[in-house]
T-cell receptor, first 108, second 116 residues
Framework: AQRVTQPEKLLSVFKGAPVELKCNYS??????LFWYVQYSRQRLQLLLR??SRESIKGFTADLNKGETSFHLKKPFAQEEDSAMYYC??????????FGKGTLLTVNP | GAVVSQHPSWVICKSGTSVKIECRSL??????MFWYRQFPKQSLMLMAT?????????EQGVEKDKFLINHASLTLSTLTVTSAHPEDSSFYIC????????????FGPGTRLTVT
């Protein structure tokens, strides 16, 4: 069975500090991994997909198959990064399995 | 582009009645739409996968007779909560997948259902 684990429910950092949101997955096949973000009172939106190896809003995420991880990182957090972040794993029939989410708060 | 709308954004209904929630892809054709339920401060739980022109596939534990899903066109899927009970009160979110993109889903803003 596929599973996504985000061990931190809450993460609080100061502006300008590095931030890392952890995500571990369990999947028997070749994983397709994503990070979604939900800003306050807004809909869920795609932030990153591992396959494109892109950097969005300063965030990056590297797939580590050995550690079955897909941690989200940003070297210098901004207040506008405060949001709920969900790691998601693509499975059969294009379904996504979401982690429980990490609420990031960036303090001034 | 790739906007998904939901209607209504919130609804209050009495116990025992049915309520329909619409999910529309506004500027693209969605072969597949997904329905999720989100409890307060919790993650999204996939309820069902809806493919245009065929029956929806429900996740384990989701009552198909209670949560009726119809995907009659490439831009519209509906979720009807039948004989609603207070425990059905929740935030229901739909998403749509473009045919050409494998896993990428675009999410609607959600519908807050309160059953009194």
């Amino acid at each position: 069975a596929q599973r996504v684990t985000q061990p931190e429910k809450l993460l609080s950092v100061f502006k300008g500090a590095p931030v890392e949101l952890k995500c571990n997955y369990s999947y028997s096949g070749s994983p397709e991994l994503f990070w979604y973000v939900q800003y306050s009172r807004q809909r869920l939106q795609l932030l990153l997909r591992h396959i494109s190896r892109e950097s969005i809003k300063g965030f990056t995420a590297d797939l580590n198959k050995g550690e079955t991880s897909f941690h989200l990182k940003k070297p210098f957090a901004q207040e506008e990064d405060s949001a709920m972040y969900y790691c998601a794993l693509g499975g059969s029939n294009y379904k996504l399995t979401f982690g429980k989410g990490t609420l990031l708060t960036v303090n001034p | 582009g790739a906007v998904v709308s939901q209607h209504p954004s919130w609804v209050i209904c009495k116990s025992g009645t049915s309520v329909k929630i619409e999910c529309r892809s506004l500027d693209f054709q969605a072969t597949t739409m997904f329905w999720y339920r989100q409890f307060p401060k919790q993650s999204l739980m996939l309820m069902a996968t809806s493919n245009e022109g065929s029956k929806a596939t429900y996740e384990q534990g989701v009552e198909k007779d209670k949560f009726l899903i119809n995907h009659a066109s490439l831009t519209l899927s509906t979720l009807t909560v039948t004989s609603a009970h207070p425990e059905d009160s929740s935030f229901y979110i739909c998403s749509a997948r473009q045919t050409s993109l494998l896993y990428e889903q675009y999410f609607g803003p959600g519908t807050r259902l309160t059953v009194t």
